[in-house]
């Protein structure tokens, strides 16, 4: 919860017109955007840069995001390094079909990622456009967030002194587990959550893609997916029960399950390689709304959390940047705060499409392996209209590229 401003300590209070709580993408991208409108902030960081800079995260970024980011000077090394992906593969019931979205829709997905996108937006936060970004701070707290003057305090890691930024805005970005998702009271928001009852067995191979695109393998024995990750490294995820230990799948374990469930007549073996990561992730969401409280604006999975069934989290994180920064450079500069006032609802019309088709896509690929006979047996059905129908094929498509609602 926001706390009454602390007394200073030995420095007085800096003063900055929004503090940015939290370093990925969301974060970055606000901070670039206020720069380049000559918006002065601060960004603060309880990691160090290496880490942030190194952590593994997702990696599909759809076209949308990536013209966005190109138009506010922020794509240049991603549009020059980033793999364009075009379609993906199902494999199902033995046998295996491609769905070339980038045909139904003309629009294609960029493989990019997190910790390059990061690593390129903190050197031209930091490095190029001289932003204030402060790594490696420790206890965090939110003061004053309702009233007209809040305030962010934090103890400077070198010397364990608490410092305390004033200012206008508070823009939270850090996450799931960070400090500004507490500070909005229960009465004023409403969180609401669905648990999938299932596990990923997230997986990082030191080995070549074993397929020029994405696999997502539907089987009983539950979901597997193969996701190229460069030309040396490959993603692959395995459906394993919710709160699955990853130290039950040995390497062994890990790779005749991944044949398993990703078998099919005429697909390439999977190129198997040093297991580098293994780490079970909870497949639930969760919405917040609003995703403000008096002088504070969530953004990213500090307000709103998507399992990575269909590779949505890093493209709504991106989202709400862009419309925050907007809003905030208007309100900071000309005092037109309509772009703050319409914040929250016009990011949580894209959440909310977004969740919806993440909780039907992992119907349609954890069905089968439920154990229900009717819950089955639709999931392939859905599956296969996916698959034969134009109409149907369209619709998922455009869903999947993040079409079908204003960027």
Same mark, same amino acid.
């Given at each position: 919860?926001?706390?009454?401003?602390?007394?200073? !300590?030995?420095?007085?209070?800096?003063?900055?017109?929004?503090?940015?709580?939290?370093?990925?993408?969301?974060?970055?991208?606000?901070?670039?955007?206020?720069?380049?409108?000559?918006?002065?902030?601060?960004?603060?960081?309880?990691?160090?840069?290496?880490?942030?800079?190194?952590?593994?995260?997702?990696?599909?970024?759809?076209?949308?995001?990536?013209? +966005?980011?190109?138009?506010? %000077?922020?794509?240049?090394?991603?549009?020059?390094?980033?793999?364009?992906?075009?379609?993906?593969?199902?494999?199902?019931? !033995?046998?295996?079909?491609?769905?070339?979205?980038?045909?139904?829709?003309?629009?294609?997905?960029?493989?990019?990622?997190?910790?390059?996108?990061?690593?390129?937006?903190?050197?031209?936060?930091?490095?190029?456009?001289?932003?204030?970004?402060? /790594?490696?701070?420790?206890?965090?707290?939110?003061?004053?967030?309702?009233?007209?003057?809040?305030?962010?305090?934090?103890?400077?890691?070198?010397?364990?002194?608490?410092?305390?930024?004033?200012?206008?805005?508070?823009?939270?970005?850090?996450?799931? #587990?960070?400090?500004?998702?507490?500070?909005?009271?229960?009465?004023?928001?409403?969180?609401?959550?669905?648990?999938? !009852?299932?596990?990923?067995?997230?997986?990082?191979?030191? +080995?070549?893609?074993?397929?020029?695109?994405?696999?997502?393998?539907?089987?009983? #024995?539950? /979901?597997?997916?193969?996701?190229?990750?460069?030309?040396?490294?490959?993603?692959?995820?395995?459906?394993?029960?919710?709160?699955?230990?990853?130290?039950?799948?040995?390497?062994?374990?890990?790779?005749?399950?991944?044949?398993?469930?990703? +078998?099919?007549?005429?697909?390439?073996?999977?190129?198997?390689?040093?297991?580098?990561?293994?780490?079970?992730?909870?497949?639930?969401?969760?919405?917040?709304?609003?995703?403000?409280?008096?002088?504070?604006?969530?953004? %990213?999975?500090?307000?709103?959390?998507?399992?990575?069934?269909?590779?949505?989290?890093?493209?709504?994180?991106?989202?709400?940047?862009?419309?925050?920064?907007?809003?905030?450079?208007?309100?900071?500069?000309?005092?037109?705060?309509?772009?703050?006032?319409?914040?929250?609802?016009?990011?949580?019309?894209?959440?909310?499409?977004?969740?919806? /088709?993440?909780?039907?896509?992992?119907?349609?690929?954890?069905?089968?392996?439920?154990?229900?006979?009717?819950?089955?047996?639709?999931?392939?059905?859905?599956?296969?209209?996916?698959?034969?129908?134009?109409?149907?094929?369209?619709? /998922?498509?455009?869903?999947?590229?993040?079409? %079908?609602?204003?960027?």
């Amino acid at each position: 919860m926001t706390t009454p401003t602390p007394l200073p !300590g030995p420095h007085p209070p800096e003063r900055t017109p929004v503090v940015i709580v939290g370093a990925g993408p969301a974060g970055l991208t606000v901070g670039n955007i206020l720069r380049a409108a000559s918006v002065d902030c601060v960004v603060l960081e309880t990691e160090s840069r290496e880490y942030i800079e190194g952590r593994p995260r997702a990696g599909f970024l759809e076209e949308w995001a990536v013209r +966005a980011l190109e138009r506010r %000077g922020l794509a240049g090394r991603l549009l020059e390094r980033a793999p364009v992906h075009t379609e993906f593969e199902f494999r199902f019931a !033995g046998g295996r079909q491609r769905f070339p979205y980038t045909e139904i829709t003309g629009h294609h997905h960029f493989v990019y990622p997190q910790p390059l996108l990061v690593t390129d937006l903190v050197r031209e936060y930091a490095d190029v456009r001289g932003g204030d970004i402060r /790594f490696g701070v420790h206890e965090v707290a939110l003061h004053d967030i309702d009233g007209e003057r809040p305030s962010v305090s934090y103890l400077d890691p070198a010397t364990g002194e608490r410092h305390v930024l004033a200012c206008e805005f508070v823009v939270g970005c850090d996450g799931a #587990r960070g400090v500004t998702r507490t500070a909005l009271p229960a009465e004023h928001a409403t969180v609401a959550r669905h648990d999938h !009852g299932v596990g990923w067995l997230a997986l990082l191979a030191e +080995a070549p893609p074993s397929s020029d695109c994405v696999v997502l393998g539907v089987h009983p #024995r539950g /979901f597997a997916g193969h996701m190229a990750r460069g030309p040396e490294v490959t993603r692959y995820y395995l459906e394993v029960p919710a709160g699955d230990d990853p130290a039950n799948w040995p390497d062994d374990r890990v790779w005749s399950e991944l044949h398993t469930r990703l +078998a099919a007549p005429g697909a390439r073996p999977l190129t198997e390689g040093p297991l580098v990561e293994k780490r079970v992730l909870e497949m639930h969401n969760y919405v917040t709304e609003p995703m403000t409280y008096g002088r504070l604006y969530l953004a %990213g999975d500090a307000a709103h959390l998507v399992a990575p069934i269909a590779a949505k989290g890093m493209n709504l994180a991106l989202y709400d940047a862009l419309l925050l920064a907007d809003a905030l450079s208007a309100r900071l500069r000309t005092g037109d705060d309509r772009g703050l006032r319409g914040y929250s609802d016009a990011c949580l019309r894209r959440v909310w499409h977004y969740q919806e /088709f993440s909780q039907w896509l992992a119907e349609l690929l954890h069905g089968p392996s439920s154990g229900d006979p009717f819950r089955a047996g639709a999931a392939t059905a859905r599956l296969r209209r996916v698959l034969g129908s134009p109409a149907a094929a369209s619709t /998922f498509a455009e869903l999947f590229i993040g079409k %079908g609602t204003d960027h």
